[in-house]
């Protein structure tokens, strides 16, 4: 998933299940479950939740430019494993 800010100074954290995934400027907060990769630094934070039968990361996803306080939201679903 991709989460983008027109902000100059803007910083990108990604949260999922309302736990932090990202800290601050895209950077994992677990590489057992996250990784994270960047177009821009401060600018565009890819994130990308690894499945496993231990781990499971569907559900509530969220990005937020805590420099803006804007924020967008999105569902994972874990089809199969």
């Not at 057992?32 to 996803?61: H, K, M």
């Not at 420099?67 to 939201?73: C, D, F, P, Q, R």
Request: net charge negative; hydrophobic share 30%.
């Amino acid at each position: 998933m991709k989460c983008s800010t027109d902000i100059v100074d803007g910083i990108i954290q990604w949260s999922h299940d309302n736990s932090f995934a990202t800290k601050d400027a895209c950077v994992s907060t677990d590489t057992s479950r996250y990784t994270v990769s960047e177009d821009d630094p401060q600018r565009d934070c890819f994130l990308t939740g690894l499945g496993s039968s231990d781990v499971g990361n569907q559900g509530p996803y969220s990005c937020n430019d805590i420099s803006a306080g804007s924020s967008a939201e999105a569902v994972a679903i874990l089809i199969r494993m």
